[in-house]
């Protein structure tokens, strides 16, 4: 039997999640976040450069990311944020997350 992770998402990725309105959207990536509970080191793919250490999931069409972490010693995987793709857009996803992280915001940990 596969072991079944823990799924904690961040007050960002919540409040995120929350602003949603279309429910089919909705539902698409609370069944993507859902689906973390097995194998999540699998799911997605690594991220690179500021991002190492991260993944990225592509959910409701392609268009939006969730960026988690997989903690492995714990068996947590932390969602941490959700948001659309924009390339080359100062609101794309992967953009705000380099800019947590050249802060220190993004790490999951209390």
Same mark, same amino acid.
């Given at each position: 039997?596969? @072991?079944?992770?823990?799924? #904690?998402? @961040?007050?960002?990725?919540?409040? @995120?999640?929350?602003?949603?309105?279309?429910?089919?959207?909705?539902?698409?990536?609370?069944?993507?976040?859902?689906?973390?509970?097995? #194998? =999540?080191?699998?799911?997605?793919? =690594?991220?690179? +450069?500021?991002?190492? +250490?991260?993944?990225?999931?592509?959910?409701? +069409?392609?268009?939006?990311?969730?960026?988690?972490?997989?903690?492995?010693?714990?068996?947590?995987?932390?969602?941490?944020?959700?948001?659309?793709?924009? #390339? +080359?857009?100062?609101?794309?996803?992967?953009?705000?997350?380099?800019?947590?992280?050249?802060?220190?915001?993004?790490? =999951? @940990? =209390?």
């Amino acid at each position: 039997m596969a @072991t079944l992770w823990s799924i #904690e998402l @961040t007050q960002t990725a919540i409040d @995120t999640l929350s602003k949603i309105k279309d429910q089919r959207t909705y539902q698409s990536i609370a069944r993507r976040i859902n689906g973390l509970a097995q #194998e =999540p080191d699998k799911q997605g793919k =690594p991220l690179v +450069g500021p991002l190492m +250490g991260y993944r990225s999931l592509r959910a409701a +069409g392609q268009r939006y990311r969730i960026i988690y972490k997989v903690d492995a010693g714990k068996v947590i995987v932390y969602v941490l944020l959700i948001g659309l793709r924009k #390339e +080359g857009d100062r609101g794309d996803i992967y953009a705000l997350a380099q800019r947590l992280v050249k802060l220190g915001l993004l790490d =999951p @940990t =209390p």
